[in-house]
C-alpha cells in the first residue's frame, strides 16, 4: 500500500520490463543486495539514498550497464560521486507522497556542482513563493509548492490539515487546481534548474521515511 509501490511495480511492467522484488531481508544486507543486482541481470534499480550508501559502504563496485534512480530523501553530494563512478547513469528524484510520488527529475552529471532535483515532469508546474505567495527571484531562496495534475485531493478526515497544506493555485487560469505546500525551500538556478535547500519546519527524513519530531 506505500504509495511508490504503484510506480515501482507498474511502471516496469507497462514498459515491457521484467519486476524484479527485493525481499526484506535482502533490502537490509548489502552482500544479499548486491548478489540480487548480479544475479538478476537488473538494469535500474531505485532505491533511498540510505540503502545506495549501505552497498557502497559494503564495497559494492557496481555495473557499468545499472541505471541507478535515487529518492526519498535528499541525495548527498558525496553519495552521488560514488555512485556516478559504479553505474550508466544516476537519477535524482524528487516529490512528496501528496503529488503523487515524483513530480521533478534531474540527471546527476560529474562536476556540475551541488545535488538538484531538477525541473518539473510533465503535467506538474513547480513554484517557489515568498510568504505573500508571491514568486521569488532566481536565486532567491523561497518556499517550494507544486501544481498540476498529480496534486492529492487532501488528508483522509483531516479537514484542517487538509486546508493548511493544499491551498488554490493562483497561478491556475481556470481557477479550479489547487496546489501542495511542500515546506520545502529551494531556489531557482539561472538555468532554470531547481536546487534544494533545507527545511521551512524541523521536518526530518530517515531511510525515505518522513518524521515530525514534535
Not at 507498474?10 to 522484488?21: D, E, N, S, T, Y
Not at 538478476?40 to 557502497?56: D, E, H, K, N
Not at 526519498?72 to 535524482?92: T, Y
Not at 479550479?176 to 531547481?194: E, F, H, K, N, V
Request: glycine content about 12%; charged content about 20%; proline content about 7%.
Amino acid at each position: 500500500s506505500f504509495d511508490i509501490a504503484t510506480l515501482e511495480v507498474l511502471g516496469p511492467l507497462l514498459c515491457g520490463a521484467k519486476l524484479v522484488l527485493a525481499s526484506r531481508d535482502q533490502v537490509i544486507d548489502p552482500e544479499q543486495l548486491a548478489a540480487l543486482l548480479d544475479s538478476s541481470g537488473a538494469t535500474v534499480m531505485q532505491a533511498t539514498p540510505s540503502t545506495w550508501r549501505m552497498l557502497i559502504e559494503s564495497g559494492w563496485m557496481g555495473r557499468p550497464s545499472l541505471r541507478m534512480w535515487c529518492g526519498g530523501e535528499a541525495l548527498a553530494a558525496d553519495v552521488a560521486e560514488s555512485l556516478m563512478a559504479r553505474g550508466s547513469e544516476l537519477w535524482n528524484l524528487y516529490g512528496p507522497t501528496e503529488t503523487t510520488i515524483w513530480s521533478a527529475a534531474h540527471r546527476i552529471r560529474s562536476g556540475e556542482g551541488p545535488v538538484l532535483i531538477g525541473r518539473p515532469i510533465a503535467n506538474t508546474q513547480m513554484y517557489i513563493l515568498d510568504e505573500n505567495l508571491q514568486p521569488v527571484p532566481v536565486g532567491v531562496a523561497g518556499e517550494l509548492f507544486i501544481g498540476g495534475h498529480g496534486v492529492a485531493r487532501g488528508y483522509r478526515g483531516r479537514p484542517e490539515l487538509t486546508a493548511s497544506r493544499f491551498m488554490p493555485d493562483p497561478f491556475d487560469p481556470t481557477g479550479s487546481r489547487r496546489m501542495y505546500r511542500t515546506g520545502d525551500l529551494a531556489r531557482y538556478r539561472p538555468d532554470g534548474q531547481i536546487q534544494l535547500l533545507g527545511r521551512t519546519d524541523h521536518q526530518i527524513k530517515l531511510r525515505g521515511r518522513r518524521i515530525e519530531p514534535g
